[in-house]
């Protein structure tokens, strides 16, 4: 034991915006056996999926990271964590750490690469390739979103599989101009728990143009009688480029005697039995009023008249 | 219980049907009256206390945005550019050029146990123009002991060259460690990446300290002193050893203050974190609230990371930084408010507010609730149709008044230009629009004391002595409600503080002059002495 020396804990940095499926990497990592007596530090917000056993059978942990006051200052407490890490009786030989969706990453392979008991490892960068025209588009992400493809080499490829060809050709080429020496690695579709998450492009699914208005605006819909639950997500997920919230009472068709609340945010469904007698009626919140005066249509013309009938 | 009078030569209530009165009635904690002497007696029997006879009372101040991280901070040297009072009530001159600082650093250093670093905080080289502090500036104090001046941002340190040899900083790779054209490291270390090597080496936390009764006592010292009676702590992460610290803390008798934390709500997942509020306020006594969540979106215009609309910084290229994604932002505040909450939301930058109004919007068209109060904080460029929707969502605002005198000439020439500076923290404006508002100083950003930020308010005059804005100015009394009633709305507990009005707990500030004297300026008039619940506090 004593005299060895210590090569420092391995670093693996995963970046990439919300949703572009850092926890399913971490999950495929686990699985195949890749991670030996690793510990997660996550330094993002939305739900943590990693499954407990999975964890547990790596003999690692998880450390969930604040960010501090932007305000007055020090960046969270992430260099006090990698003190303490590093300082631990048994510190573990991996850290697996999963970068919000916000970081520009060059700074944080500094970071691994200089603090000392550390050495930065790996890195990748997940990218939706599906939600990438329009984050770039978006004045108050590109910038950082441009940081990331232009930091990070090794970039993992997700949600191309609905995309057309074309479409996915026309991101890459984008994607090169950002990074020249971009090394892709395309991923197979991620299985997302809970209801279906389809792109702006779902087989099947109408197509809403971002451009018809950027406004936010409020629609609430009428559900006359139980409606065809599975056509109306499918509705709500192909309006994803435009839906920001919809939610509601409804009574499905397969069980009409029961009042449903629905909540829909992008990528995530969820359906909950209500006590007692609710209005059926939906509301939407999105962007362009057009855009959601078409999606009420539909979901009256499609979900609720075709249920009926 | 007996009934206490003090009289008094003025009482300013901001009750608006009763806003003076000469005797102030106290009974079990609570104001009991204000009304003149004989008509008190009809309650009973009274006590006179007369050591205030002379003296001016006023609703205590309500702090509505700072940090316990001032009870840490006067622990390290104080090396910034303006005067400033420590919590022991020790005066600071401000330094103002090169020798000062050495001069401080090397009389600091006589006192200072061998073998420990010298840490000291406050520089801001934003007002240093031409003298660059460096690792040779500093050897000259001592090129053996370890010395760290933490820069006023935070953001930065300067560090002499035992500190570089110690942290084996010239042999790592990292934007942040400054370097002249030969390559060698000017003593500079910007951002964590560069700053973790010192906090590493030498094991500074300051976050961790601020949560320890220590700092919570030098807090509320520091607050007692400037008039508060009841503060927030802003960011607080409320682990189990915070919560611990802050309810063993505050129930002591002689604690002189309310303290409200907000939870950080960046450092959990929503569902794990309301929980953890709801659990906190299971704590809560007269003295302690739990009940309020801080999120932090954007960063600080004087650092160029606030997040700013067209066009931008005015010397650098490029915008501010998110804490988060606005996914994120969107996300928790609907989780926060479907959670019945009340949310304090740092929102610097314009863009950051639009982010925010538009979150608010959708939470509150899916979940419609009577007076939230959802309270953005800070909002240093709130435009007018922002404000506009503010007040139609129903949004307090907690306005940043203090960055006019601190930052306004910086600001003018160097952040936003003359413009953006004109509506720079709108306190009229709101008023005009009948929002709620308080103002804050965000120490230790920059200093507490409500009658100072209730000043720059009023005057809107920056270090310079420059004014900013006159169409943004607000009256004495407007600023003087927004220390007291203001600031307690946003908290949601103006039913207990923020005026002297029979029923509400009876804390007071007691001045030495009479703050509406339009002959003495509001940041000249002098606290005497706080109540808590009727009692003077120590
Ligand atoms: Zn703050």
Redesign the interface.
Known sequence: MSGQVVPGIAVHLLCGFLGSGKTTRINTLIRRGELHDALFLVNDFGSLNIDAELIESSEGGVLRLSNGCACCGISGNLSAQLSGVRRWQRPPRQLVFEASGVARPRPLMQLFDAAGGYRLDRVELLVDLSALDNLLRDASVSDIVAAQLGDIDDMLINRWQAMTNAACQEEIRRITEWNSGARLQWLEPLEDSGAPRAGATAVGGPSFPVDAGTELVTRSVGLSGPLDCERLLLLLDAARPVLLRAKGFLRSRDAPEIAQLLQWTPGQARLTVQQGDKPAMLVLIGKGERNLERLAALIETEVTLAGSA | MAITVYPARHIHTMNPSQPSGGCLAVKDGRVLSLAPLDEIRAFGDVVVDERFADKVLMPGFVEGHS?A?EGVIWDYLYLGWFDKVAPDGQQWPGVRDAESIQQRLAENLQRHPSGQPLIAWGFDPIYFAGTRLDKRLLDAVSSEVPIVVMHA???VMTVNSAVIRAAEIAS?????IVRNGAGECSGELQ???????V???Y?I????EASRPHALKQYARAARREGITTITDL?N?LSESAIEAMRETTVADDFPVRLVPAL?A?????EAGSERVRLAMQSNHDKLRFGIVKL?????IQ?F?A?LMWPGYLEVE??G????????F???V?HYHQAGLQLHI?T?GD?AVE?IL?AL??AL??WPRPDHRHTLQ?VQLIRQNQLYRARALGACLNIFANHIYYWGDIHRTRTLGFDRCQRLEPTASADRLGITFGIHC?A??TPLSPLFTAHCAHTRQTASGDILGTAETISRARALEAITLGAARTLHMDHCIGSLEPGKWADVAVLDNDPLDPALPLSAVKVHATLLAGVPTR
């Open positions: 940090h991280l941002s935070l953001h790592k790779r990292v934007d942040g951002e964590m990446p560069a700053m973790h090597l906090f590493d080496l094991g936390d300051l976050f961790e960011l992460p950080n960046l450092a959990w997942e929503p932090v979106t954007d960063g600080a650092n990371t997040r490029g915008n930084v998110w804490n988060a994604p606005p996914e994120t969107h996300h928790m609907q740092h610097n863009e982010i538009d919007e959708e068209t899916l800070h965000d230790p950003v």
